[in-house]
């Protein structure tokens, strides 16, 4: 059985989201270079790809990434619970349950969102986890499906949920519409109520409450640890992911480092070329997830530019690096906030 009450709630004080396509582990090598204590998340992995799949391409990492989660996308319960048995057996630090995604793709094979419409549902997929585990099982979600905007619907599916043994609830702080918008919609119209998350934690005191959704800087970050556990990023530590290098600090106060742009992007020519060593793994599909490290310096497009360039893939990463450090791109330093 699952043994919350020995987890700290601050394993999730900072944590980067799951991201289809992005949160590889290649990326998650990268993020826990700039955050040594930050919570990184795969991408959503079905029930499906795990039963019928191939399983290491799947679940394969590196020590480096812990602590590290597992994102789960099914609505069977014995699936989820194979699932999350093999998560646990390779290593995973905890198993996560995707009620929050909405793309037609994911409620066509019923679950992501569309599951909170079925919170006895998801009590039942919780509990055959929770019962096969040792590490906990926690809920990605959001607010509300549709334009529901009631406080009730939410509040009645943690309720719920919570009694069959899930923590942790991590909440996209916007509704979920399932019909007439995409994706990237979906991330962008429903309206942002941090409210919600906020009514969530005083009327569930016990519980571990993180909120997610439009969350850029530290200062807001900062601001919503008020109300919350935790906080989770996610296009911003893609885009910006900079940012994670002062989470230790800031928020867990470890002390301050040397970490530079110039060692990070060093570190992970080291691990381009490890990869390429040990799986035959080209640089430039590794490359394209720190292509925002120097986001927001004067120079940065060129820097990028080179990087994602295809024409040098036959290069070894080394020579690429030795072009980058050439050119004559002026970084400038940024200005340090929280």
């Avoid at 709630?9 to 998650?28: F, G, I, K, N, Q």
């Avoid at 795990?50 to 069977?76: C, I, K, T, W």
């Avoid at 230790?248 to 990070?264: C, H, K, M, N, Q």
């Amino acid at each position: 059985m699952s043994s919350y009450k020995e987890v700290s709630a601050e394993r999730w004080r900072l944590s980067v989201a799951p991201m289809m396509d992005w949160t590889d582990r290649h990326c998650r090598y990268f993020h826990r270079l700039l955050s040594k204590r930050a919570l990184l998340y795969t991408e959503m992995v079905t029930t499906g790809a795990l039963l019928h799949g191939d399983v290491p391409r799947h679940l394969q990492y590196s020590a480096q990434e812990h602590p590290l989660a597992l994102q789960l996308g099914g609505s069977e319960p014995a699936d989820l619970a194979h699932s999350a048995r093999l998560g646990a057996s390779w290593g995973y630090d905890e198993i996560n349950l995707n009620c929050g995604c909405p793309s037609e793709r994911v409620q066509r094979g019923a679950f992501g969102a569309c599951l909170m419409n079925e919170p006895s549902l998801v009590a039942d997929c919780v509990k055959a986890m929770v019962d096969v585990v040792d590490v906990p099982v926690t809920v990605k979600h959001r607010i509300g499906i549709d334009k529901d905007e009631s406080y009730s619907f939410v509040r009645d599916f943690v309720g719920t949920v919570a009694e069959a043994g899930c923590n942790t609830f991590i909440v996209h702080a916007r509704n979920a519409w399932l019909q007439g918008l995409s994706p990237k919609e979906n991330r962008e119209i429903p309206p942002l109520r941090y409210e919600i998350i906020a009514m969530l934690k005083a009327d569930f005191p016990d519980l571990v409450v993180c909120v997610n959704g439009g969350i850029k800087t530290n200062v807001e970050i900062a601001s919503h640890l008020q109300a919350c556990d935790g906080v989770m990023i996610g296009r911003e530590a893609y885009h910006n992911p900079w940012l994670l290098s002062q989470w230790d600090t800031i928020f867990y106060g470890a002390p301050a480092d040397s970490l530079s742009r110039e060692s990070v992007e060093e570190q992970m020519v080291e691990y381009m070329e490890l990869e390429q060593a040990r799986n035959g793994q080209g640089w430039y599909g590794i490359a394209r997830h720190m292509l925002g490290l120097r986001h927001g310096l004067a120079g940065s497009r060129k820097w990028r530019q080179l990087w994602s360039d295809h024409r040098l893939k036959h290069l070894p990463a080394r020579e690429v690096l030795a072009l980058s450090r050439s050119s004559p791109f002026e970084f400038e330093a940024e200005a340090t906030q929280i």
